[in-house]
């Protein structure tokens, strides 16, 4: 299967949070614009921007959700310097978490959220800065709160060449967290790189659609498969997006869709827009034959 792509809401700053964020990192580009006409929320552009070699697509669709901590991005970096700097052009606009400063697990670490509301955990890394740049960490707290071991296995178990360990555990010192609950724990899906922590403190959000996670499918058996194991509430349910028992949000979306979104045909792109907009999980056949103008679906 391709990768696992984050998937960034905004309500109508994708292509210009797109570039901010490819100037960032080398390795970076912003790859294709696609603005959907006439959706419920109006023309959208979604954008498809790669940032250290690694996919991601942000969609300007309105103000309905909003990044919040429960899901950030941890940049691994070679040096002290690269941290200052990328938190020198991260924060103007934005707020810091956690300062940056030297703390037990990395002698130059920070925590904070940009001007658009998205947070980021800079590290250095002190064995070096190969592999994976950027992880997103999933942060369970609220309902989900002490779940992050339970969520991490389900993960392991529904997509394939993974693995998971907890790194570290709460003690019985560290109230009002549950001890033996994930302090912080590392994860690989489809071989990409996640982490996870627990955290019982009040912090006043929990998971939401402003991020969810796009798994680009080449079959419909793939597609039927991965919402079987991992949709847990019917109402969610809409044009692919589904959220899991723990409130993550997931697309499960064919590959094909992002041929027809960068064909640069509007008809082909309105056809097949028409389509999805009319689904629940996404019917691979039936795209195909809405998008090259055989039928026009009506499939919940």
């Not at 109508?12 to 959706?39: H, I, M």
């Not at 309105?62 to 429960?70: A, D, E, K």
């Not at 991005?73 to 606009?93: K, Y």
């Not at 590959?255 to 689904?279: P, V, Y």
């Amino acid at each position: 299967m391709k990768a696992i792509t984050p998937h960034l809401w905004f309500d109508k700053e994708a292509k210009q949070a797109a570039a901010f964020y490819v100037s960032l990192f080398p390795g970076s580009r912003v790859d294709s614009v696609t603005t959907l006409r006439n959706t419920p929320s109006g023309d959208t552009d979604v954008v498809v921007f790669t940032l250290a070699e690694q996919p991601f697509m942000a969609i300007s669709v309105g103000p309905r959700f909003r990044f919040n901590p429960s899901i950030s991005f941890a940049v691994r970096c070679g040096n002290a310097a690269e941290v200052d700097e990328l938190w020198s052009r991260l924060l103007p606009g934005g707020r810091a978490f956690l300062p940056i400063g030297s703390y037990p697990f990395s002698e130059r670490y920070g925590w904070l959220e940009d001007r658009y509301g998205l947070s980021w955990q800079l590290m250095y890394a002190s064995d070096g800065a190969e592999g994976q740049k950027i992880t997103p960490v999933l942060l369970f707290t609220g309902p989900v709160a002490g779940k992050a071991e339970e969520a991490i296995q389900c993960y392991a178990g529904t997509f394939p060449r993974s693995r998971a360990a907890v790194l570290a555990r709460y003690g019985a010192d560290e109230a009002p967290e549950a001890p033996g609950t994930v302090k912080f724990a590392s994860f690989t899906l489809a071989g990409q790189q996640f982490a996870a922590m627990d955290s019982a403190r009040p912090h006043g959000f929990t998971f939401n659609e402003a991020i969810s996670f796009l798994v680009p499918c080449d079959t419909q058996a793939e597609i039927d498969e991965f919402w079987v194991r991992l949709s847990a509430d019917p109402r969610a349910e809409q044009c692919g997006w589904l959220k899991d028992r723990f409130g993550v949000s997931w697309q499960i979306a064919p590959a094909m869709m992002g041929e027809l979104m960068g064909s640069g045909d509007e008809a082909k792109i309105a056809r097949g827009t028409r389509a999805f907009q009319q689904m629940k999980k996404l019917d691979i056949a039936e795209l195909r034959r809405a998008a090259a103008g055989a039928v026009e679906t009506s499939r919940e």
